[in-house]
């Protein structure tokens, strides 16, 4: 999705809070390195908080002007909502 309603619920189910592991104007990059395609953007989870929080402001500025998606395990009757999520560049989706 690119929705930014769908992804701040999800992250409120989840307890997902916004973050980086790259330095932008809020502060400096994380010492953590991440795979993840150059995207930049990351959640800090209850109990593992590893990158720099940022406010979702930003983090919806970064995703929307980098033409981002956010991929997700959609919720399945019965069953906690899954924590799993990639977020990729829309080019590689439509390509697919």
């Known amino acids: 999705t690119r929705d930014h ?11 997902a809070e916004p973050a980086t592991g790259e330095a932008t104007q809020s502060g400096p990059a994380s010492a953590l390195k991440v795979a993840d395609g150059g995207t930049g953007l990351r959640f800090n989870f209850p109990g593992v908080s590893p990158f720099r929080a940022i406010s979702w402001d ?19 009757p019965g069953r906690p909502t899954s924590a799993r999520y990639r977020i990729v560049p829309a080019s590689e989706l439509s390509s697919r």
């Open 5 to 15: 309603e769908i992804i701040r619920a999800w992250a409120s189910e989840v307890g």
């Open 58 to 76: 930003e983090w919806l500025d970064h995703f929307t002007s980098h033409d981002l998606t956010f991929v997700y395990d959609d919720a399945q």
